[in-house]
């Protein structure tokens, strides 16, 4: 089989001739495969796919979205995803099992209007969407920054193991929520980080097509890192139709490089913790969570934003006696937070083993760097 | 007596063009922001603004399919956009174009790739010249692509016809209304199918040939036009993916 460069496509170009399988807005004609949607046309392993650059969102199960209660019935409210369906939420999923329309009053839980972030239980041709917001961390949001983008932006929003995102939400100490549904809901204290973080996510959205664009959104944010900026030479073509969620060994690595940029520059003000970091599940979280608290006593100028309570989300005691000690005003109660980071959980849980001995090492050295 | 008035001794035609001319053609991509998908096009005097909404949710809820997507196309002619006003409620013909622009562009789309929903179309003319049918399904085609909709290939359109015993590439309003056949064409490029074949007038069986072939240049010229305006749109001035290492 022959080798295919990545190239631009529009509807109806050829992209290949031969016995390839055809998987994402590809169609065969005859011998050849071509392009159904304005994208990039990239050929793998398993098939020849286009990365779409336009287009509204179609509902995929287990994908987390955010969307507005538009209306409600006696047993279920009708939500806008902005998807062509309408997603359902049942009252029961809110209620529990004993829910009854007679006694439960379904305005003290969601009122028309309201902003969720849920996730799609299930969803096929013959039926709308159906929602769920029994995971942790999901239910209403209850203020942010709101924003729409086109859908096929977000993963480049989220870039290659989540730098974008990292590197928006660090510079202007903000939170930010995505949904696949290319709704996105940024959050934080500083009026000005708020209007940057927005700013920044507009451009992404409007440049998204172009390459270096991680530089670009540094540049605009004021933040120069060599260190970082060799990490954005690897995320210069991110459309790699991911989910929202980054869920791989490098972020963590990530976080930690971070970690370390954080001491070797203390006259940054990031934020206390980076997203992958954000949820703790392995001793090795706990133990730079008490880093950061340590970097924190170092050097007292800098004012972190508080984390809010779902950030703090720990699987270990210790991480939580942690976050409470970073933590002596929080925020208001944002139970979806963190619900987009911590679909990463599960799978850092399974990587965290391996990256165990790594992470340790690492730990000692900056350890010992700090003590020199 | 349309020849003497039409193409002069040197073969130009009243707009000064060749027999084998385009007029001059323009298609600007995403020029409403609220809508999903949109283009401008100029096609010579023909000034036609396209907007698609969709795939979206379809009401009233009876006209749903369950098995594929509805497409709804609206041609629509500003009353501003003739020389004499013109009355802004669907006329006949408004409505019949509504449906040959629908059928044209149908063939296209990949519709049971989003079954319960419908897709609309709205074409208003801003100014017409004569082959705005052509210069709507060009302008939609692009427009559908921009909104994201999965298609098989881009339709592009242009009209040719016959002046006395010329055949003609590009009927504009004189010559349509002058002249003694126009045979508006639209095409799948890539795809070498016909999704509109109209034909206003007599031909004789080769002069049928003969126009229907120049019409398919033609939709080739505008195809490339068509794939130039979405290129910019997308991604600029670059023609090659440029990966960093």
């Known amino acids: 089989m022959q080798e295919i460069k990545k190239r631009y496509v529009i509807p109806g170009d050829k992209i290949v001739e031969g016995d390839y399988k055809p998987l994402m807005n590809v169609v065969r004609s005859g011998n050849y495969l071509i392009s159904t949607r304005v994208g990039i046309a990239e050929a ?149 980080g708020l209007s940057l973080a927005v700013k920044a996510i507009k451009m992404v959205e409007e440049e998204s097509h172009t390459s270096n664009l991680t530089q670009k959104v540094k540049t605009l944010l004021n933040v120069h890192d060599p260190i970082e900026e060799d990490q954005s030479k690897n995320t210069t073509v991110s459309y790699n139709g991911g989910s929202a969620v980054s869920s791989t060994p490098e972020q963590a690595a990530n976080a930690q490089q971070q970690q370390q940029q954080q001491q070797q520059h203390p006259q940054q003000q990031p934020e206390p913790q980076s997203p992958a970091s954000a949820v703790s599940s392995t001793p090795e979280q706990a133990a730079n969570a008490q880093q950061q608290q340590q970097q924190q006593q170092q050097h007292p100028q800098q004012q972190p934003e508080p984390q809010s309570p779902a950030s703090a989300v720990s699987s270990t005691p210790e991480q939580a006696a942690n976050a409470q000690q970073q933590q002596p005003q929080p925020e208001p109660q944002n139970p979806s937070t963190s619900a987009i980071r911590n679909n990463n959980e599960k799978s850092e849980n399974n990587l965290s083993d391996s990256l165990n001995n790594i992470d340790q090492k690492e730990q000692k050295q900056e350890l010992e760097n700090e003590d020199a | 007596m349309s020849e003497l008035k039409l193409i002069d001794e040197n073969g130009r035609r009243s707009d000064n063009r060749g027999i084998d001319d385009l007029r001059q053609i323009k298609i600007t991509v995403g020029v409403v922001k609220n809508a999903d998908g949109s283009a401008f096009i100029e096609f010579g005097k023909n000034k036609i603004i396209v907007a698609v909404y969709g795939p979206r949710e379809v009401h009233p809820k009876h006209m749903a399919l369950p098995d594929r997507c509805v497409l709804r196309c609206r041609y629509h002619m500003s009353p501003f956009s003739t020389d004499t006003r013109k009355n802004p409620a669907p006329s006949r013909r408004e409505v019949e174009i509504s449906k040959v622009i629908r059928e044209s562009l149908e063939p296209s789309l990949i519709l049971s790739d989003y079954p319960r929903a419908v897709i609309d179309v709205f074409v208003e003319v801003l100014q017409a010249d004569g082959g705005s049918r052509c210069a709507g399904i060009a302008a939609a085609s692009v427009a559908l692509a921009d909104a994201g909709i999965n298609m098989r290939d881009l339709v592009s359109a242009c009209a040719a016809g016959r002046l006395g015993d010329k055949i003609v590439l590009d009927i504009n309003d004189l010559e349509d209304k002058e002249g003694d056949a126009d045979m508006p064409v639209a095409y799948l490029s890539n795809m070498e199918q016909i999704t509109l074949l109209q034909l206003d007038g007599k031909l004789s069986s080769s002069q049928f040939s003969e126009c229907l072939n120049k019409a398919i240049d033609g939709c080739k010229l505008v195809y490339e036009i068509q794939k130039e305006a979405l290129m910019k749109k997308y991604f600029g001035n670059e023609t090659e993916l440029k990966e960093e290492i």
């Open chain 1, 44 to 192: 793998g392993k398993d098939g020849v796919k286009v990365i779409p650059l336009s287009g509204v969102y179609i509902p995929r199960v287990n994908d987390l979205v955010i969307g507005k209660v538009i209306d409600r019935s006696s047993l279920s409210w009708d939500v806008d995803i902005n998807s062509c369906f309408f997603a359902h939420l049942p009252a029961q999923d809110v209620f529990g099992r004993d829910f009854s329309p007679a006694r439960d009053d379904m305005g003290r839980q969601l009122s028309i209007g309201d902003l969720i972030i849920a996730r799609i239980v299930s969803f096929d041709r013959t039926r709308d969407p159906m929602l769920t917001v029994q995971d942790k961390d999901l239910g209403k949001i209850p203020y942010g920054e709101f924003i729409k983008i086109s859908p096929t932006r977000v993963p480049r929003l989220i870039g290659k193991r989540g730098s974008m995102i990292q590197t928006i939400e660090q510079a202007t100490q903000t939170r930010v929520i995505i949904g696949q549904n290319g709704i996105v809901v940024v959050t934080g204290r500083d009026v000005d």
